[in-house]
Nanobody
Framework: QVQLVESGGGLVQAGGSLELSCQAS????????MGWYRQTPGNQRDLVAI???????EYADSVKGRATISTRNVTNTVYLEMSSLKPEDTAAYYC???????????????WGQGTQVSVSS
């Protein structure tokens, strides 16, 4: 089994910063992408930031210049730093990794349980 466990988040004042982390555990052969998504009630889950093959990085327009996604060379771990937080950043944040468990496996997407970020004005 593969598990993604997120940490960080909580209540932050507007203008503040936070850091989320996500660590994958279990049998993992290769990870092709690591990303962060967010979702508010009644809405779809949207991409915040993603690292593909450890090199290509993409950010949602809404967080460009305020977010940094990184791995810090820590195995099977991805971080999301956000600054200048706005009330509209309030959402449940989910970690996602596309990985395969063995050399013969296909890539599958795995999700963390989600962590709430609330930004007060």
């Amino acid at each position: 089994q593969v598990q993604l466990v997120e940490s960080g988040g909580g209540l932050v004042q507007a203008g503040g910063s936070l850091e989320l982390s996500c660590q994958a555990s279990g049998t993992i052969f290769e990870i092709s992408s690591m990303g962060w998504y967010r979702q508010t009630p009644g809405n779809q889950r949207d991409l915040v930031a993603i690292i593909i093959r450890g090199e290509y990085i993409e950010y949602a327009d809404s967080v460009k210049g305020r977010a940094t996604i990184s791995t810090r060379n820590v195995t099977n771990t991805v971080y999301l730093e956000m600054s200048s937080l706005k009330p509209e950043d309030t959402a449940a944040y989910y970690c996602n990794m596309a990985l395969k468990r063995t050399i013969d496996d296909s890539f599958y997407h795995y999700w963390g349980q989600g962590t709430q970020v609330s930004v007060s004005s």
